[in-house]
């Protein structure tokens, strides 16, 4: 069996997808991560010493670290640079790029890895590379060779952002969730490859202890293929 996420930037495969990697790993998956930038246009932490020169590289050596320790046995880096939050998307950057090319380097991965399920960020955080990512995918999915049997988008729970941003429009409506893990046994492996990212400040540092629990102990999908026909949230995303 084997699991290919896609994300935008390093840290996305662990702030974000961490337990769905190491809960894929746990059961015998083979994981593979694929990375469309280094997050150059990210913020350095505060006192973290690290310049805007080397944080491509650093961040680059973080996500690496960082999924080797969730378990995964790979990662690709796509090789489009970070697009930034605001302002126009530059030449060469992920928000700027056309999605078909974009869609094709992942079609490629897609077509060497194999996977059995894919696995990328819905983007409803609102960030334009995650967007782009997510709708390469998509796109990769139906230009890939061979078709991933399971397709999902990992989401953040509208409920749970707007407890913790006070936001009521971004994250996935909760009653459009088709799947939840319970990936409590795994909290403490997922905070070690969280410091690993130290150049950036996980988001759950800044939350209330409850509401960390709640975002880190279960992952949250919206299943893409086969198309969800209703029915009781299921609880695995592997197949078999």
């Known amino acids: 069996m084997k699991l290919l996420l896609i994300v ?6 662990t702030f974000g997808c961490g337990s769905v990697l190491v809960h894929a790993a746990a059961r015998g998956a083979e994981v593979v991560v694929a990375c469309a930038t280094r997050g150059e246009l990210g913020e350095p932490a505060p006192g973290s010493g690290i310049d ?9 050596a973080e996500l690496r670290a960082a999924a080797s320790e969730l378990g995964a046995s790979r990662v690709v880096m796509l090789g489009w640079r970070d697009s930034g939050v605001d ?26 890895v194999r996977p ?27 230009l890939a060779a061979v078709h991933p049997p399971r397709v999902y988008l990992w989401c953040i729970q509208r ?5 913790f ?33 130290a150049s950036q400040v996980p988001p759950y540092d800044a939350m209330a202890p409850e509401l960390q629990h709640a975002f880190l102990t279960a992952d949250r999908f919206v299943r893409v293929h086969p198309v969800w026909d209703g029915g009781p949230v299921e609880h695995e995303f592997l197949p078999g």
């Open 8 to 13: 935008a930037h390093p840290d996305d495969e």
């Open 52 to 60: 805007r020169a080397s944080l491509g590289d650093v961040r680059e």
């Open 87 to 112: 302002g126009e998307a530059a030449a060469g950057s992920l928000a700027a790029a056309d999605v078909e090319d974009v869609a094709a380097a992942v079609a490629r991965v897609i077509d060497e």
């Open 116 to 142: 059995d399920v894919v696995v990328t960020p819905d983007a409803s955080d609102g960030h334009r590379d995650h967007a782009a990512i997510r709708d390469a995918t998509l796109r990769a999915v139906e």
């Open 159 to 163: 409920s749970l952002i707007a407890a």
């Open 165 to 197: 941003t006070g936001n009521p429009e971004l994250g996935t409506p909760d009653d459009e969730i088709t799947t939840v893990i319970d990936t409590t046994e795994h909290l403490d492996r997922r905070w070690r490859a969280m410091r690993m990212h």
